[in-house]
């Protein structure tokens, strides 16, 4: 496709088209102009001196193409460590529900006071899953799977407690055996199931762009929002805005979002591309590299 190059100092405005994506829960806008293609993140090689929010470079019809990760210029974790962290939390989850049971397994047995936690909302996972939002629907649809059962278990302190105020400690002893059977099993294999899908629904795009020189370069997103017109562009940026981002955020973009608007951060590709010292990557200024051996 025709890409048509912008001046440095252009003006921004909400009567130009935008890609919207999310990195970090953060959106950002790149103007249709300067867009090439959108894949799917492919392999990358990594090469010598890169600055530190270079990921590598990729093969895009034959040609090596520099990948610039937002995450790692905002000094965050890229995506893919953010996940295996995510999973490595669940399966600390999963072990404190058996913890959980065992201790209520304990207090019955010695006649204790119950003082399980008996809220869902309140467990470490229970904050966690209240708060999580993940942009695919098949993770979002398998996660929904946990609430019922992870409810029942919690249930279970007030049932049980309510047995042994009654003096009827076997009864109480049998829900508790009846829950390991069932909703226990339940949200085990859910938690054992949750690093698979985790891993086969949370990708990265490459978002290829090709600069005022002619070269192409693509950045990484978590996910893609929409492409269409703004509602309002507002460039220089605000103060509070600016004194965050100033070095590679150009204007703040605004659209319509059920009863508010949200806000998107529009990038300046030429500033984003520098490394810390505000220099252009020696890798880039050629524009003719021909792709990395696999």
């Known amino acids: 496709m025709p890409v048509e190059t912008f ?4 003006e921004y405005s909400n009567a130009s088209e935008y890609l919207v994506f999310t990195s970090a829960e953060q959106k950002f806008g790149l103007r249709q102009e300067v867009l090439v293609a959108i894949i799917d993140m492919p392999n990358h ?26 995450r790692k210029k905002m000094g965050l974790p890229p995506l893919a460590e953010e996940t295996n962290l995510l999973i ?17 397994k304990d207090q019955v047995a010695h006649s204790q006071e119950i003082s399980v936690q008996t809220d869902p909302h309140k467990c ?29 278990i919690h249930s279970l302190a007030i049932e049980v407690g309510i047995l042994i105020q009654a003096g009827k400690l076997e009864a109480a002893k049998d829900v508790i055996h009846q829950a390991e059977n069932d909703e226990l099993q339940t949200l085990l294999a859910l938690f054992d199931g949750a690093a698979k899908k985790i891993k086969q629904f949370t ?92």
Not at 7 to 10: F, L, N, P, S, V
Not at 204 to 215: D, F, K, P, T
Request: net charge negative.
């Open 7 to 10: 001046a440095e100092g252009q």
């Open 45 to 70: 090689t990594l090469i010598p001196r890169m600055p530190s929010h270079m990921r590598g470079v990729m093969d895009y019809m034959g040609k090596a193409v520099p990948v610039y990760d937002i």
């Open 88 to 104: 490595d939390s669940l399966v600390q989850r999963k072990q404190d529900h058996l913890s959980w049971l065992e201790k209520l």
């Open 124 to 152: 470490a996972f229970g904050v966690w899953y209240d708060a999580c939002k993940f942009h695919s629907f098949n993770l979002t649809s398998y996660m929904a799977l946990f609430d019922a059962p992870h409810k029942r």
């Open 203 to 294: 990708y990265e795009y490459a978002v290829i762009l090709e600069r005022a020189s002619g070269q192409r370069v693509s950045i990484l997103a978590d996910n893609l929002e929409y492409f269409g017109l703004l509602d309002e562009v507002v460039s220089p940026l605000p103060m509070a805005f600016a004194q965050q981002h100033n070095n590679f955020i150009d204007a703040l973009g605004r659209k319509t979002k059920g009863d508010g608007k949200e806000e998107i951060l529009i990038l300046n590709i030429e500033k984003f591309l520098l490394d810390e010292t505000g220099t252009p990557p020696s890798f880039m200024l050629d524009g003719s590299e021909n792709a990395p051996a696999s």
